[in-house]
């Protein structure tokens, strides 16, 4: 099973990508919790550089919400994590999880359920951009 949702896009710039992804993300109500930039931290702690690359820790409060009233533990699967990366060629990625194949490992029927509604969402995000 595939564990994420993926998109390239050509022609425009890591920030701009940046923008849009967060647009995106809240239209379908989600919140940015946590941003690592992962090329400033390997940088800093390592000395080495890497193409940009950004995790967005998104959030949905409602849903996430109604997953923790279901599975109180479930919050070590929380955020959903989106990866903005720059590629060899200069092209942009963007990485969503996919929250129904995280999900899997719980055994909730009523977590799938909220999973795939979450999924549903991430989705049109991953239009959207």
Do not use: W
Not at 1 to 26: C, H, N
Not at 60 to 82: D, M, S, T, Y
Not at 91 to 117: G, K, L, R, W
Request: charged letters at 25%.
């Amino acid at each position: 099973m595939a564990y994420s949702m993926d998109k390239t896009i050509s022609g425009r710039g890591f920030e701009d990508v940046v923008d849009r992804t967060r647009e995106a993300l809240q239209a379908e109500g989600f919140g940015v919790l946590t941003e690592i930039d992962v090329k400033a931290t390997l940088k800093k702690k390592l000395d080495v550089d890497v193409a940009p690359y950004l995790i967005l820790g998104a959030c949905n409060p409602p849903l996430a919400h109604k997953v923790l009233q279901l599975e109180p533990r479930i919050g070590v699967l929380l955020p959903c994590n989106v990866v903005v990366r720059e590629l060899d060629d200069g092209s942009i990625e963007v990485s969503a999880m996919d929250p129904a194949a995280a999900m899997q490992v719980v055994d909730n029927p009523a977590v799938h359920e909220v999973a795939a509604e979450v999924r549903d969402r991430l989705a049109r995000v991953m239009a959207a951009i």
